[in-house]
């Protein structure tokens, strides 16, 4: 009886005998034949989905490498157009130069030449020269550089010239030398008007307010006409059109 006693484990009040013995353990669940199925199809898609997703990134790596080349050379021929249209210009500004500089000469000629005039005793050796001078500038030189104002101003100079040269020696002066200074003043007028304006500058004078017959800027200019007066007394500046 005590060595049965001893064999037997204790027990505690409330506890259960089976909770000591293992549990057995339940099996997995076998995979569905559906989730097999798709199990399979996606091993099957992989190297494929993995060759598509490398394709695209190679493509895609490519393009973007060709649209920085194309930005860089479209980039390149800017710059390069930009550079040969200022060389281009550059070029036409020092061709201009040599007209303009060559241009100022015959303007700066032309009103020397006139202003010479005012102050030479008419059908004189120096008034001579100094007359056939301005003509071979009004038929030659400014016929190239000249503006149609310029030349139509430069032709009533001639016949203020005329004018002066016809004038019966000996009689009293009724304005013929006046008139001649009258009108060189209105071709330097016109001169110094087409320099400003190939120059792009400011007119320094308002045109409008210029004596009669000396307003500049036109094509056609107005040309005032000789009018004898009596000697010292101002002649009437009434442009004939």
Known sequence: MIARARSAPPTVKGQNRMSHQPRASTPHEPLGPRTRAILALLQGLLPAMTAIVGGLWIAWTYLNDQRARSNDESRQVEKESARSLEESRVRLLEAQKLFLDKKLEIFLETAQVSGKLVNTKPNSPEWNQLRDQFWS?????????????????????????????????????????????WMVECLADEVRTTLESSWQTEIAYDKQKLPAGCRAGFEEPPTPKFVPHAPGVEPPRTPSR
Not at 155 to 167: Q, Y
Request: glycine residues 8%.
């Open 137 to 181: 500038l009004r038929w030659s030189k400014m016929e190239m550089v000249g503006t149609p104002a310029i030349r139509e101003r430069m032709r009533a100079v001639g016949e203020a010239l005329n004018i002066l040269e016809n004038k019966p020696e000996g009689d009293p002066d009724r304005g013929e030398a006046h008139y001649l200074r």
